[in-house]
């Protein structure tokens, strides 16, 4: 981490605030780290990732967990409870809503755990954290080692006398007749997260565009950042899947499990899906050791419904047949 020992700074006026993305200063342990500042809100954010993946998952194994404190609103607990307590729903789902758009971003097969944490350190309850978490994020992870296709750039966009507002301050949302958060590369929206009030298509599809251009903004400034004090990414070569057992799958159960699917008749369907599954099941399964049934079955049952979700998936797109 010697690289990442002096300060290094970046900023930006965003709706007539500056926005400021720092590292160097806090966490040198973790793999990437960076303070974000906006207005007076100050994030802290984490990542830390294994370096070999986890074995026995099926899944990318990514944690993110946004911690909220006390003391970042000036206030200390009192009376009974003097501590911190549990996550609160906001914290929950600003978990949620950070975790979203930096999932997608990650290799496919990648199984090293990755945990990323973001502490508030400070809000002045005028500009809201929950976009900054996601910027915040995705800096820290771009500067860090851990492969990753980002960065990711979040806006906050509402509906006040009849136009739009990019990151209004927080008194402002109650009258918003929008509250959208849109997150996104320099090439794409990754997620959409909105209410609205009576607005037409028109009116929405603009607050996603004026959102995504400034996720674009956002994206070249982490760019500025890691170009100062970026690491080398590790190498990660996806592992080679093991086709052999969906090939027999198919090749015993293929057509008969496209006819069962696609019955009109929902009990009979599923009654024939089922049965066939069973039958795939046995065959599957009949020379195999017992020791080693109770993986095999598994193993066999995850992919019948693997090869059953992507027969749906080609009658949909491709046929523009729909069993239900």
Do not use: W
Not at 22 to 43: F, H, K
Not at 83 to 104: C, K, M, N
Not at 219 to 226: A, I, N, P, S
């Amino acid at each position: 981490m010697a690289d990442q020992q002096q300060v290094v700074r970046v900023q930006q006026e965003i709706a007539g605030r500056t926005l400021t993305l720092e590292t160097g200063r806090l966490a040198l342990q973790a793999d990437g780290a960076v303070l974000a500042t906006y207005g007076e809100t100050v994030l802290l954010a984490t990542v830390v990732g294994a370096r070999e993946p986890r074995e026995g998952v099926d899944f990318f194994p990514l944690t993110v967990d946004y911690e909220e404190r006390m003391y970042s609103a000036g206030k200390i607990p009192g009376s009974f409870f003097k501590r911190e307590g549990r996550p609160t729903e906001t914290a929950i789902l600003t978990s949620r809503v950070t975790d979203r758009p930096l999932r997608p971003l990650f290799p496919k097969g990648y199984a090293n755990d990755v945990q990323v944490i973001i502490t508030t350190l400070a809000t002045d309850q005028a500009n809201d954290p929950g976009p900054l978490s996601i910027i915040a994020a995705s800096a820290a992870i771009h500067i860090s080692d851990i492969p990753f296709a980002g960065p990711v750039g979040a806006a906050l966009v509402g509906h006040i006398n009849d136009e739009f507002v990019v990151n209004p301050f927080m008194p402002d949302m109650d009258k918003s007749r929008l509250d959208l958060i849109v997150a996104g590369t320099r090439d794409a929206v990754l997620m959409v997260e909105a209410g609205a009030h009576e607005l037409t298509e028109e009116e929405l599809l603009q607050s996603v565009i004026t959102g995504h251009d400034l996720c674009k903004q956002l994206c070249d400034l982490q760019e500025q950042l890691r170009e100062q004090a970026g690491r080398p990414k590790r190498e990660f070569v996806a592992p080679v899947k093991d086709t052999s057992l969906m090939d027999a799958l198919t090749a015993f159960a293929g057509d008969r499990l496209r006819e069962a699917i696609n019955n009109p008749d929902k009990l009979a369907r599923e009654a024939a899906t089922a049965g066939l599954k069973e039958a795939v099941l046995a065959e599957l399964t009949r020379d195999v050791p017992e020791i080693e049934l109770p993986a095999r079955a598994k193993a066999v049952n995850k992919a019948f419904d693997d090869l059953a979700k992507a027969e749906v998936r080609t009658a949909i797109l491709e046929r523009g047949l729909r069993v239900d």
